[in-house]
């Protein structure tokens, strides 16, 4: 059973290009989490997703910044017109429906964004 | 306001010592307690958890901890450290299930670990 599994595990944009992270859940996961951990600090969440809707995005900067989760294929993470303040390691998580269970969050390994 | 103290930015120990990492929340109902750690450069693996029962709880590689309601606390501790035990350790504290769209984490600044042989 795969973990949560994300790629790439190394982005480098440069100023004012996009950046897309990928995020595939474990299997049998609905529920995504995005998490950012900016150098020296902790994990800040982002945003709350399942299946085709977002949940909880009060982590989510105003601008530039979106996230989705298709009814097919991996949640992306977009961030456009990247400034050097996102560079950062972006983690996603992922759960089982926590409707009747404790949450417990399975990580990825994260995406080391770094632009110049 | 919710929030996660580990007071402890660093801390060095020798291999085969025995290890306390401390971890005091401010949340507005008990919550549900983690510890991840984190290797370099790697992801975050889930150490152990506690959600309710028993207040030690075991986790993986020998850890355990305790929650402490009366003192917001959730140590983690380790009888003897391995070489390999060094990594930046998270606290993380969450909602209980029954709290509705709300499932963040919050979390810790983290505890670096370093281990002399």
């Known amino acids: 059973n795969a973990g949560v599994m994300q790629n790439p595990r190394h982005l480098v944009r440069r100023r004012g290009q996009e950046a897309r992270l990928r995020c595939s859940p474990m299997?049998?996961?609905?529920?995504v989490y995005w998490y950012r951990q900016l150098p020296e600090e902790g994990l800040k969440f982002m945003v709350y997703l399942q299946k085709e809707n977002i949940i909880d995005e009060s982590g989510m900067p105003k601008e530039r910044f979106s996230a989705e989760f298709p009814k097919e294929g991996p949640s992306i993470l977009r961030i456009q017109q990247v400034v050097r303040g996102d560079s950062a390691a972006y983690f996603c998580a992922s759960s089982p429906s926590p409707r009747d269970r404790p949450i417990e969050a399975f990580f990825g390994q994260g995406t080391r964004l770094t632009v110049v | 306001a919710q929030s996660v103290t580990q007071p402890d930015i660093h801390i060095t120990v020798s291999e085969g010592a025995s290890l306390e990492l401390r971890c005091n929340y401010s949340y507005g109902a008990t919550p549900y307690l983690f510890w991840y750690v984190q290797s370099p450069g790697q992801g975050l693996q889930l150490l152990l958890k506690?959600?309710?029962?028993d207040t030690l709880v075991q986790g993986i590689k020998g850890f355990e901890a305790e929650f402490k309601r009366s003192q917001s606390s959730f140590n983690l501790r380790k009888p003897s450290v391995h070489w390999s035990d060094a990594a930046e350790y998270f606290c993380?504290?969450?909602?209980?299930?029954?709290?509705?769209?709300?499932?963040?984490?919050?979390w810790g600044l983290g505890t670096s670990l370093g281990v002399n042989p």
């Open positions: 993380a504290v969450g909602p209980p299930y029954n709290a509705g769209n709300n499932r963040k984490l919050i």
């Open positions: 506690y959600f309710s029962g």
């Open positions: 299997k049998g996961h609905s529920h």
